[in-house]
C-alpha cells in the first residue's frame, strides 16, 4: 500500500491528484484566514438631534485591521478588516441621528462648513472569539471606540493651512463598548460567522451610541446650547 | 438520507385568542439573543413564520429581519424588550409607535432557546489512496431542542400565553466504505410541534 501511494507520487496523473490534495490540506491547515467585513446597515429609526455635526474618519479609522497571528501557537491567524465596514456603518448611522451632518476631509472643509461640533471616533480595540477558543458553539467580536467632540477651530492648523487633530482638546470625550456574536450554523464557514458577528458588533455600536449619547457628560450641556462655544 | 427517531413534548398556556382572526393584523416571530452563551436560531426563527404562513392565508408573518431593521435600533439584543410593559416605553417614541401602526402589528411572538448535541460516541476512520477512498466505524450522538414562545397582544398591551417545546433524538452513521447517515430531525420537530400550536391559536375563530 505505502508503496503504491510513493509510487504515485513520483509520477502519472494519479500523483498530480495526490499532491494537489496534498498542497490544499496543508494550505487549509496552516493559511491564515481572511475577513473583510461586509454587510448592510439599517437606517436608525430616530429624531434627530438638532445639531450641525462635522464628522471625520482618520486613515487609521478607515483601515483598521485586527490581525492575530497564531502561527505561534500552532493555531491559524486571523486578519479581520472592520475599517471599510465601519465608514459604510457610521456613514449611514450618523446622518440619521443628528440633523445635519457633513464629513470632513481637509482644512477647506472645515472654512466651508459651519458645523456645532466635530465627531473624531476612534478604534480602541477589536477582539474576537470562535467555538475553538471557547467551547462555546458561537462567534463572538468586541469592539471598544474612544468617541471624541471637539470644537471645529482646535483641528485647524491655520499656520500650514491642513487639518491637524495633533493638538486638539475635546470637550466631550467617551468610551463605547460593542459586542456581537452570532451562532454556529450548519454549512457555515469560520469566515462567514466572524463576518456576521462583526456587522453584529456594529449594530450593536449604533444601538449603544443612541441609547447613550445624550447621557454622556460633557454631551449633555452642549446639547443645550450648541452654538455656544464649550 | 434516513430519519432517526425523535420524541417531542409540547405545553401550552394560552388565553384570549384572537376570536376574530388575524385578518386586520400582522404578526412578528422574533428570537431573543440576549443569552451570553446562545442565540436562538434565525433559521428556526424563519422556519416557525413559514409554518405559521404557509398554514393560514389569512396570517401575514413579517418575516424577522425586516422587522429587525425597519426599527433598528430598538429590537437588538441590547434594546429589546424584554416585557410587554417595556413596549410601552417604546411607544412613546413618535418614530417608533409611527412604524408599529404602519407595520400592522397586532401580535408579536418571541422565541428562546436553542438546539444542542448532548452525547456523542463511537469512532470512525476514513482513508484516501490511489485505488479510492473509504471509510470504516459507527458514530452516534444525540440532539435536544428547547424553545419557548411568549406571545404578546399589541393592542392589549398584554401577554396572553406561553408555549413551550421540548424534544430530543438519537442519529446514527454506520460506515462500510461509504458513510450512511440516519439523522435524527430533532430542530424540524419542534419548528413543527411550535409552529402547529401558535398557527392553532391565531387560527382561532376564523
Given at each position: 500500500m505505502v508503496e503504491r501511494l510513493l509510487d504515485s507520487m513520483i509520477s502519472g496523473p494519479s500523483a498530480k491528484r495526490f499532491y494537489t490534495l496534498f498542497a490544499l490540506a496543508l494550505i487549509t491547515a496552516c493559511s491564515s484566514r481572511e475577513v473583510i467585513v461586509d454587510g448592510s446597515f439599517p437606517t436608525p429609526l430616530v429624531d434627530p438631534v438638532p445639531v450641525s455635526l462635522g464628522v471625520v474618519f482618520t486613515p487609521e479609522f478607515r483601515e483598521h485591521q485586527l490581525v492575530d497571528d497564531a502561527t505561534g501557537r500552532g493555531e491559524v491567524s486571523w486578519s479581520v478588516s472592520t475599517g471599510v465596514a465601519q465608514v459604510q456603518f457610521w456613514s449611514t448611522l450618523l446622518p440619521a441621528f443628528f440633523q445635519n451632518v457633513v464629513f470632513i476631509e481637509s482644512y477647506d472643509d472645515l472654512e466651508t462648513y459651519d458645523v456645532d461640533a466635530v465627531f473624531v471616533p476612534e478604534i480602541a480595540d477589536v477582539q474576537y472569539a470562535i467555538p475553538l477558543y471557547t467551547n462555546v458553539k458561537v462567534y463572538e467580536i468586541w469592539m471598544r471606540y474612544r468617541l471624541r467632540l471637539v470644537e471645529p477651530?482646535?483641528?485647524?492648523d491655520n499656520d500650514k493651512k491642513t487639518l491637524s487633530l495633533d493638538n486638539m482638546q475635546p470637550f466631550a470625550e467617551w468610551p463605547l463598548t460593542a459586542y456581537g456574536k452570532t451562532p454556529t450554523a450548519f454549512m457555515q464557514s469560520d469566515s462567514d460567522a466572524v463576518n456576521l458577528a462583526a456587522v453584529m458588533a456594529l449594530r450593536d455600536a449604533g444601538a449603544h451610541f443612541i441609547t447613550s449619547f445624550g447621557r454622556v457628560p460633557g454631551v449633555m450641556g452642549w446639547l443645550e446650547n450648541p452654538e455656544e462655544s464649550q | 438520507m434516513l430519519g432517526g427517531c425523535v420524541t417531542a413534548s409540547v405545553d401550552e398556556m394560552t388565553f384570549d385568542a384572537p376570536t376574530a382572526g388575524m385578518r386586520d393584523g400582522s404578526l412578528v416571530v422574533l428570537g431573543r439573543r440576549h443569552a451570553p452563551d446562545y442565540d436562538t436560531e434565525p433559521d428556526f426563527i424563519d422556519c416557525i413564520g413559514g409554518h405559521i404562513s404557509r398554514g393560514s392565508e389569512s396570517i401575514y408573518v413579517i418575516p424577522e429581519q425586516q422587522f429587525v431593521d425597519s426599527l433598528y435600533p430598538w429590537f437588538?439584543?441590547?434594546?429589546?424588550?424584554?416585557?410587554?410593559?417595556s413596549v410601552g416605553r417604546l411607544m412613546v417614541l413618535p418614530t417608533v409607535a409611527g412604524k408599529l401602526q404602519e407595520l400592522n402589528v397586532s401580535y408579536m411572538v418571541w422565541i428562546d432557546g436553542r438546539t444542542q448535541e448532548t452525547n456523542s460516541s463511537g469512532s470512525m476512520t476514513c482513508g484516501v489512496g490511489p485505488t479510492g477512498a473509504g471509510c470504516f466505524g459507527f458514530g452516534t450522538w444525540g440532539t435536544e431542542s428547547e424553545y419557548e414562545a411568549t406571545i404578546w397582544n399589541f393592542a392589549d398591551g398584554a401577554e396572553v400565553g406561553k408555549m413551550s417545546a421540548l424534544t430530543s433524538g438519537q442519529s446514527y452513521m454506520p460506515a462500510v466504505v461509504v458513510p450512511i447517515p440516519i439523522i435524527a430531525p430533532v430542530q424540524d420537530t419542534a419548528c413543527e410541534s411550535l409552529g402547529t400550536q401558535l398557527l392553532q391559536y391565531f387560527s382561532a375563530g376564523s
Open positions: 477651530e482646535q483641528l485647524k | 437588538e439584543p441590547r434594546t429589546a424588550p424584554l416585557s410587554i410593559e
